[in-house]
Each structure stands twice: as C-alpha cells, then as structure tokens.
C-alpha cells in the first residue's frame, strides 16, 4: 500500500498539491464561516458539489491532517504478502 501512494505520487504530483492546497482553501473558507452555498458561489470547482460532499471533504482533510485519521488500505492487501503482517493498529 505504501508503494502504492508513493507511486501515485510521484505520477501526479501536481495532484497531491491540489489535494492539499483544496483542502487548505475550503479549511479557511469554512473557518471563516462561509456556508456551503456561499462556497460554491465562490468556488466554481465545487458548484455542483452537495454540502455533505463539501464538509466531508473538509473533515476527513482535517483529520488526516491532523493524524487523527489514516486509512493503511490493509482491506486490498493479498492474505500472504508482506503488508499484511503489519501489526500496527489502522486508525
């Protein structure tokens, strides 16, 4: 799984940074009690998101962020390959 974030990566980095730079942006748009409406008026990428698709965004942005979440994918890894004999916890 490892390898394959870090593939992903370096394949589109300009992705990475505007995942984070999209986040960074909404994070303060919604610190600055914008609503969700007002987002999408002044945001033209996500007019045609819904306000759940909008702050859940944001949430799992933040908690990623902020480690409070981490997402290993163990789900998609194969029963005998080496990954899944991780015994960290995946938050």
Known sequence: MVMNTLLDTVR???GTARLLEG????QRAR?????????RTVFPDVADCADEAIL??????????????????????APNSPASADPSPAF
């Open 12 to 14: 589109a980095p300009m």
């Open 23 to 26: 986040h960074s942006t909404l």
């Open 31 to 39: 610190d600055a009690n914008l609503t969700c409406e007002q987002i």
């Open 56 to 77: 859940g965004f944001v949430e799992i942005g933040h908690r990623l962020i902020t480690g409070d979440a981490r997402f290993k994918g163990k789900a998609f890894t």
